[in-house]
């Protein structure tokens, strides 16, 4: 299993201090598979916070974390906004573990997202991609499987699984050659968790984690792959429907682009496919979790190769 910082690992009279909290109230937050966070709350002035410790940063990968979160909200994005310390610093160490404190958005994440909300989460995606990320040092491709991951691929002990995965990366890579478009900011994890439901029903977005620069028809597949599932985890039409509903709104797909949308989505799942296995059965080996990569394999065979909504 992962370890991640628990509540009784906060030193919280510390950070309450870096921060200048008055007598702030820890609890661990439900989600997160990459961090662990806690919402504070001090009484006195009915603030609340959310505390992240960044377990897999170093200081400069939190930096540029709360960098970009920052760039995103300054951007106009509907995200959350970093609160410096006293020194006026995003990121404050504690040892060499990186903390990160955002103010609190109020609302609920809703999983799965209601349907009615899915035009309004295809137009935030929609929006992300048409703003001017400058400034904002956004990495290019991350979102992908690089070489090293398709070599740690090729050593995962489920060997259908590892040859799944070559198949479709070759396939999509295929495709891809023949297929170039434009890269703009994506945010590379469009899942219900990801998307705080506010009490005026519009959305928040969270967790710039994996935001590069890359094809927008990857985050278009991400989205279908965290939002437009049905009860039985496959691709649901009516879903994607909506979704792109609010997505085309704003930004409008070309005939080639729908007809790219299948291939995208199927790398999506993919990509997702590749981590769950990885985190659960080689990083942070986890028998709770063991299969829970094969959703995302169903899922990818479910996507009908003309799937445009
Ligand atoms: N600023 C925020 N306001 C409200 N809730 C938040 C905020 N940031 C995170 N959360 C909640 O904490 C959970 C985990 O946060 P997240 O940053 O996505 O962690 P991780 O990077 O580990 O996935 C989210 O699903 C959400 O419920
Ligand atoms: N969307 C991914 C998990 C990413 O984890 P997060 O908690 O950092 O958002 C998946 O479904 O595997």
Redesign the pocket.
Known sequence: MATYTALDDLDLPALAARYGLREPVAQPMK?????SSFRLDTPHDGRAYVLSALDNHDAASARHLAGVTRGFARLGLPTAQVVANRDGEDVTLVGDRPFLLKDHIAGEVEDPLPSALLPAAGELLATLHGLVPEGLDLPVGTRRLSAEHRAAAGDFPDRDFAAWLDGRLAEIGRHEAGHRRPHTAIHG?L?A??LIVRPDRRLSVI?W?TASLDDPLLDLGMAAV?LCQDAAGHLSTERLRLLLHGYNSLRPLTAEDRAELPVEIVHAAVI?AF??YHRHNVRFPNPDRATYYRLMVAFAESVPRDATG
């Open positions: 989600g997160g598979a990459a961090n994890d899942f968790d990801n967790d984690e965290g997702i981590h769950r």
